[in-house]
């Protein structure tokens, strides 16, 4: 990937990255030969004022608002694989902020606002596509359930309404209303809801984060977490030492590894989910749907495939890998509910791991390690979230505080403050 403009001696960075159709033009004109590189490949420094484990969304955008909102720049984003090659180039892409309790809705609502204006923002097309959401009803107890989170959203000033069938059936034709087992009753709709690119989130973030002068540094594991008289001073790598004054851990499925590391223990089960998607067909459904009572959820991507996703593996792993019989049982519930699916033939499947919390919301923290923060929890939800977690982690980490993770801290599990989001993150997205 590669942007244009002059080269910096220093970083082998264009200094002059902005994508427009200007800059289009101009390369169309010189063979595209003044491209650059659209992140750097450099190798790790000795030191750094923050070291962020992990380059999925999360890592990033937390990387990117410490350089731009809090002026912190000396910043290594270290990644054991690839930009992006975690959870967040593996989920299904679902957007939406129609959470029960009040603080999900605020950092939910937060990252929603921001993926309004995020391919501006970062001047990269993050294809952000508020087609809107819709989670079914398909039980009476779901009726309540979604009718209650309608009238808290509404409060929180989250938009979102509860539909009829009728309603469901306008906004998605492809819908088979009386299902033999579950009849869709209505559904929570949130029209600004929608889905964007996973990647081009993490690419997007990385090119701005290089743009600032921070090192992403692929290709490198972090092995260990040094401290000295219970504060850390830095960590090991595959590519040696490097000190730091914060640490900031953001690996998702393996935030309880990197926790033994640093000498804590976590609330954290890692378990596989897995998703799939169809051949390519003629446009559909222009809306996303989920289906809970079910477990399975549907949308439509621009090449055309029907991108589908299931429930969580019922036991813990690391296997990053799909499975047969997971196939089957998501599709055999879905296609109750979308019969279409019966006539598809599926082209590939895979799995992600995510890190699931007891009440299924995330931890935004300090760690009884000073100065060390962690972010994980996200479990099956999220991708959504990234601008709005990026955006208070790094005022936790800049300022030692954020309204926006206040809730989310470690110790509410020894207090029993849960945020209790398991029907709205249970199984959806
Ligand atoms: C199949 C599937 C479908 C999903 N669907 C949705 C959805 O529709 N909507 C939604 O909102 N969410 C969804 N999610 C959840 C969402 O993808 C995650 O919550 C989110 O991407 C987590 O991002 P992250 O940056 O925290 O983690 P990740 O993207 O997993 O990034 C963590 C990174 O840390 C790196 N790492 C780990 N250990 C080390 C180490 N020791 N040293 C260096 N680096 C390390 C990993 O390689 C990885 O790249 C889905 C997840 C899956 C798997």
Redesign the pocket.
């Known amino acids: 990937m590669r942007a244009t403009g002059a080269t910096c001696p220093e970083t082998g960075m264009g200094t002059m990255s902005r994508y427009s159709a200007f800059a289009i033009a101009r390369e169309a004109f010189r063979d595209h030969t003044g491209w650059r590189r659209a992140w750097g490949n450099p190798e790790p420094k000795r030191r750094y004022d923050v070291v962020i484990?992990?380059?999925?969304?999360?890592?990033?955008a937390t990387a990117y608002y410490l350089g731009k909102n809090h002026g912190v720049r000396n910043v290594a984003i270290?990644?054991?694989?690839?930009?992006?090659?975690?959870?967040?180039?593996?989920?299904?892409?679902?957007?939406r902020s129609n959470y029960l309790q009040d603080p999900s809705a605020a950092i939910y609502e937060k990252a929603r606002s921001l993926y309004e204006g995020l391919s501006q923002d970062l001047n990269y097309n993050v294809m952000f596509s508020p087609r809107g959401v819709i989670m079914l009803a398909q039980t009476e107890h779901e009726v309540r359930g979604y009718k209650r989170t309608a009238q808290a959203n509404a409060l929180q000033g989250v938009k979102t309404e509860f539909i009829g069938p009728e309603r469901v059936k306008e906004l998605c034709p492809i819908i088979e209303l009386k299902g033999p087992r579950y009849p869709v009753l209505g559904g929570l709709w949130q029209a600004r809801g929608g889905t964007a690119r996973?990647d081009a989130v993490?690419w997007g973030y990385a090119r701005k984060c290089s743009e600032m002068g921070m090192d992403v540094i692929q290709q490198?594991?972090?092995?260990g977490v040094r401290s000295k008289d219970g504060r850390v001073v830095g960590v090991s790598?595959t590519k040696g030492e490097i000190d730091c004054d914060k640490l900031g851990i953001?690996?998702?499925?393996?935030s309880g590894?990197?926790a033994e590391m640093a000498g804590f223990r976590l609330p954290i089960e890692s378990v596989?989910?897995?998703?799939l998607v169809s051949e390519p067909i003629k446009p559909c459904m222009d809306v996303v749907v989920m289906a809970n009572t079910v477990h399975g959820?549907m949308s439509q991507s621009d090449k055309g495939e029907m991108v589908i996703?299931g429930g969580t593996d019922g036991f813990n792993n690391y296997t990053q890998r799909g499975s047969f019989h997971h196939i089957e049982e998501t599709v055999r519930a879905l296609v109750e509910t979308f019969p279409m699916i019966s006539r598809l033939k599926m082209l590939r499947q895979?799995?992600?791991?995510?890190?699931m919390t007891g009440d299924r919301s995330p931890i935004l923290s300090k760690t009884p390690l000073e100065g060390c923060f962690i972010?994980?929890g996200?479990?099956?939800?999220?991708?959504?979230?990234?601008p709005g977690s990026g955006w208070g982690m790094a005022e936790l980490m800049a300022t030692g505080a954020s309204p926006l993770t206040q809730a989310f801290g470690l110790e509410r599990f020894r207090e029993g403050r849960f945020i209790d989001e398991s029907v709205a993150a249970g199984v959806a997205?």
Do not use: M, P, S
């Open positions: 484990v992990g380059a999925g969304g999360h890592g990033l270290i990644e054991k694989g690839w930009l992006g090659g975690g959870n967040t180039g593996r989920n299904t892409t679902i957007i996973h993490a490198c594991e972090v092995t790598t953001v690996v998702a499925g393996h590894v990197l596989a989910l897995q998703a959820y996703g895979w799995g992600g791991i995510v890190d972010n994980c996200w479990g099956t939800g999220g991708f959504k979230a990234i997205h």
